[in-house]
């Protein structure tokens, strides 16, 4: 089992929709949680930034943490076509046999808005 | 957020040549960076972890040889691919962790020809 797992979608919707992502992981000493947006050719851009369960906002991005499930989510509301990227999960906390806090990511989701 | 530049953004040189690639954290200072490397249509793979003032750490697989990394100042880690051979051709991306967020640069697209 990967230590992190997110589905790579293609995922397309329409202007306007609300988009979840979601990510499962199954090392429970990841402690920072992070979403990455990434155009193309470009690096990742740091979108949201959580450290414990619970809801955390900004603008149209809420981001999840649920710990005891060990899962996570992204939603965007009122999506827009310049919100198409690919949106990587990633997270990071002590490693089993060492505490080097390697960020592991998920293998990102291709999200396609529609106008 | 922070900001993580790097230099070049895009180098094409001929196989055999070495290529140097900056990452500066221009608004704060990082203590430890990260080196990535990104295929087309694929996750980032960490190379190695550069350390100021110290060896870099690199991950199963990847040649310290070949990619050699100094972590000069709090502020700038180059990553310097030697010899580089077109299957080095790939887009490097580098990282710095500031409190519990780590920022990205742009990225450098290397092409060996």
């Known amino acids: 089992q990967k230590e992190v797992e997110q589905d790579p979608g293609p995922l397309s919707v329409p202007e306007g929709a609300i988009v979840s992502l979601n990510c499962t992981y199954s090392n429970s000493a990841f402690q920072y949680f992070m979403w990455y947006r990434q155009y193309s050719r470009k690096g990742p851009e740091l979108l949201m930034y959580t450290y414990s369960s619970g809801n955390k906002e900004d603008g149209r991005f809420t981001a999840q943490v649920d710990k005891s499930s060990k899962y996570i989510s992204l939603f965007i509301r009122d999506s827009q076509p310049s919100d198409s990227a690919t949106y990587l999960c990633a997270m990071w906390g002590t490693h089993s046999g060492g505490s080097n806090y390697k960020l592991t990511f998920g293998k990102g989701t291709l999200l396609t808005v529609n106008p | 957020g922070a900001v993580v530049s790097q230099h070049p953004s895009r180098v094409i040189c001929k196989s055999g040549t070495s290529v140097k690639i900056e990452c500066r954290s221009l608004d704060f200072q990082a203590t430890t960076m990260f080196w990535y490397r990104q295929f087309p249509k694929q996750s980032l793979m960490l190379m190695a972890t550069s350390n100021e003032g110290s060896k870099a750490t690199y991950e199963q697989g990847v040649e310290k040889d070949k990619f050699l990394i100094n972590h000069a100042s709090l502020t700038l880690s180059t990553l310097t691919v030697t010899s580089a051979h077109p299957e080095d051709s790939s887009f490097y991306i580098c990282?710095?962790?500031?409190?519990?967020?780590?920022?990205f640069g742009p990225g450098t697209r290397l092409t060996v020809l």
């Open positions: 990282s710095a962790r500031e409190g519990n967020e780590q920022f």
